[in-house]
């Protein structure tokens, strides 16, 4: 909360924030990473400095946590002090760029900033972010259903049929192909889509969005690090093209994050963790 490291050495400004990782230990920083947020300087002593991100200091992508914090002050008797905090968040849907969410959260940021302002007058209502459960009890039955609210559904389930409903009835597959199932979410305030692979090659898969694992780059050349959510994860990784053919397999005994160096054709993969509890369908990406 003071910007020292464990160690007892004070934050300072560039790389990893550490003197020992080259940052400029002439230029404490109160703030970790401010990129462009902090234009005056005022993390810095006053002195703006250039934009300092985890992507110039070239950190690898995985999970961050992260603290709200105010202080330290004093407290009269009887005294009342009133604090506002904001966890904000954005996804973009459409750019493919790093750090293309991280432009949508700057925008809600000033939304934000100025409703707050403004004492959130004249507050707009907020568009829904969608999201979508799937079950697969047999292996060409599937169960979709829209996780998110809103005032309507529109399913496109990759094979010409499509839903209007929230629990549409089961849906059967009959072919061994890979279909991109869409949902799209609607209210009063705009409307959101979200989109899975489905098809018999995936028999039992049990999936919720943001389950299992992550995978960077993405897309990417052939090199790819996968990051499990969870640690002493046990269970298979497997790489299959759009035909359903395996083009990689490997055992999960625990790790924390895999390494895959390939020289697959460019195109489409699907990348499938099966545990003994679920089974996490990723796309893949290959890029020449």
Known sequence: MRGIWMDGEPMCYGANGHPSGGCDEGTPAAFMFPGTSDPQGFGTGGVPQSAWTEQTAGNVPFDRRFMLSVGPFDFELGAIKTFHYGALWARDTVGQAPHASIDAIFAVKDYVQAKFEANFDNLDCCPPVAQMHLVQPQVNQFFFSSISEGVAYLWDFGD???????????????????????????????????????????????????????????????????????????GVLEVRNLLGQSVYEQKVNGERSIHIAANWPAGNYFLVFRAEAYVHVERLTVVK
Do not use: W
């Open 160 to 234: 010409g049929t499509s839903s209007i409903e929230r629990f549409p009835p089961a849906h059967y597959y009959t072919d061994n192909q890979v279909h991109q199932v869409s949902l799209t979410v609607i209210n009063a305030c705009g409307s959101d889509m979200v989109t899975i692979d489905a098809g018999t090659i995936f028999f039992g898969v049990e999936e919720e969005a943001h389950v299992g694992f992550r995978v960077f780059p993405n897309p990417g050349t052939g090199q790819f690090t996968i990051a499990f959510e969870e640690r002493g994860v046990e």
